[in-house]
């Protein structure tokens, strides 16, 4: 009697040729060595040459940047930020300073991304606008090389983060928002560092719990870990994103409790008797005294230009300067809940995943181009297929984990941590409806869109155990996503770098009529 066909080929015999072939290089010493570190290095490069060419377009302050980038110069001149005269603007873009005054002016942002910026100038001068977006653009492609990073360690396949690096290296909203002198990109940057380190301190300390209750049957609590450093470095950047923006509040209180809750849930899987107590009321409070502290030193710190001068907005409202600071911070407050002022481009959070109303940062208009109309325009629209996607493949994922919790079956536990991302800097904008917000503020969002979009791929694509024919129906179709991707960032590139385009050119570029 003949021995009974499998129902599957050997798994060498179910991959597709592609497998085939990225399994035999990264077997291969030599060979993976080299795509280890040439496909970062290649992303890397590319999304550099894509946010430093022709930096210095607009030679004008584009959108906020009349704020941002005199204050950040103001910082370097003075240690706080001054008041600028009338006509600043258009001494500035000469390198004529002359307009800052040493009275101190009300600024509703902290220091951090401002000091950024002016390393730029710091080094190249003022009356350059390629200098003062200098920082912006290396730190928005230091941003495309950390996703690289977190995806890896997310999934532990370098072809899932090379492409979470290709797409936030092409995506439009991070591009435009790392070549204009703004905020965003800054915080983008801090808040997805602190994350990463919150991932690193993941793969450190839940082992440690696990293990130290094996040797216990059902211990009454766990064990409390002390030694956490990725902790503290998480506190570090989260404290830094703060400094850029109080935004970055979200993200330190989010991650915090996703540090407690994962905690418990260790604590739960290793039979700990007490593990909701143990979690919450032990090692909960060694993690806020490793994350917050360190959050709060880093936060102070941006401040101290402000603290070691006497001539910044309310430093004299006190002889003590941290109940200066504090006044200080209360007038700021007071600002942030009644903005409501009306603005062209107001976005509330609610539009966003319908990606309504994006901002045009700049508009130039060139009737000097062959075309009967040209015009040139800086809209922060992402690439729509990243973007749709993404909100899609984070309502698939959310679907995923709802439902493998009510079922209580295995799931990847890598399926939230996108989500828990994507938590912390969407949910809170939904409690504030009536502000004037901007869309160009979920370029924080967009690594975590990437994220999830790549762990969705992953599942179209297939898994080693699939069929040989659903492999390559997957791979067929992630791949000819990829391609469509990359040509509609090539679509939009031109309105994202501001180059000059025939009217008629520029208007199919508006998807939805509220593009316009």
């Known amino acids: 009697m003949s021995a009974p066909v499998p129902l599957l080929p050997p798994p060498a015999e179910r991959l597709t040729a592609w497998g085939r072939l990225r399994d035999s290089m990264l077997r291969d010493p030599e060979w993976s060595r080299v795509i280890r570190w040439l496909a970062p290095l290649v992303i890397t490069a590319l999304a550099a040459v894509l946010r430093l060419a022709n930096l210095a377009h607009p030679d004008t302050l584009a959108f906020d940047e009349t704020y941002y980038v005199k204050d950040a110069w103001s910082l370097w001149a ?24 040493d009275t101190g002016g009300f600024v509703v942002h902290p220091p951090l991304g401002k000091w950024i910026i002016a390393l730029g100038m710091g080094l190249f001068g003022v009356g350059n606008s390629a200098a003062w977006r200098l920082m912006v653009a290396l730190v928005g492609t230091a941003t495309v090389l950390l996703v690289y990073f977190v995806a890896k360690a997310l999934t532990r396949s370098i072809v899932a983060a090379s492409v979470a690096g290709l797409l936030i290296a092409i995506d439009g909203l991070s591009i435009v928002m790392s070549r204009i002198g703004l905020l965003d990109g800054i915080l983008t940057f801090f808040v997805l560092l602190g994350f990463f380190f919150i991932l690193l301190d993941r793969r450190r300390s839940i082992p440690l719990v696990e293990y130290a209750a094996v040797e216990t049957e059902q211990p009454l609590w766990g064990r409390i870990i002390w030694r956490r450093p990725w902790v503290i470095a998480a506190g570090v950047a989260l404290g830094a994103a703060t400094a850029v923006k109080w935004s970055g509040l979200y993200a330190l209180a989010g991650f915090g409790i996703y540090l407690v809750v994962t905690d418990a849930l260790a604590r739960r899987r290793a039979s700990v008797l007490y593990w909701p107590m143990d979690a919450v009321a032990r090692q909960g409070v060694v993690s806020f005294l490793l994350l917050v502290p360190a959050a709060t030193v880093t936060y102070l710190v941006s401040w101290t230009g402000w603290l070691v001068t006497a001539g910044g907005y309310d430093r004299q409202s006190s002889e003590n300067p941290f109940a200066a600071l504090w006044n200080y911070h209360e007038a700021i407050y007071a600002f942030h809940v009644g903005l409501n002022s009306g603005h062209p481009y107001a976005s509330p959070a609610w539009e966003w995943p319908f990606l309504i109303r994006p901002t045009a940062v700049w508009v130039g208009d060139d009737a000097s181009c062959a075309a009967d109309h040209c015009m040139s325009v800086i809209s922060t629209v992402p690439n729509p297929l990243i973007w749709y996607a993404g909100v899609a493949a984070s309502i698939y994922l959310l679907y995923r984990f709802v439902r493998g919790l009510i079922e209580r079956r295995p799931m990847p536990w890598t399926y939230g941590l996108p989500l828990v991302g994507l938590g912390v800097t969407y949910v809170p904008w ?12 979920t370029v924080v969002m967009v690594p975590f869109l990437v994220l999830a979009l790549v762990l969705a791929l992953r599942d179209i694509a297939g898994h080693r155990d699939d069929p040989l024919y659903r492999r390559q129906a997957g791979e067929r179709t992630v791949m000819v996503f990829l391609i469509g991707v990359v040509l509609v960032s090539a679509f939009f590139y031109p309105v994202w770098i501001g180059m000059s385009v025939p009217y008629d050119f520029w208007l199919i570029h508006n998807w939805l009529p509220t593009w316009v």
């Open 430 to 441: 939904l409690l504030y409806p009536e502000r004037t917000i901007f869309q160009f503020y």
């Open 78 to 101: 003075l240690g706080y930020e001054g008041t600028w005269g009338d006509g600043a603007n258009e001494a500035f873009l000469t390198g004529d300073t002359s307009a800052l005054g």
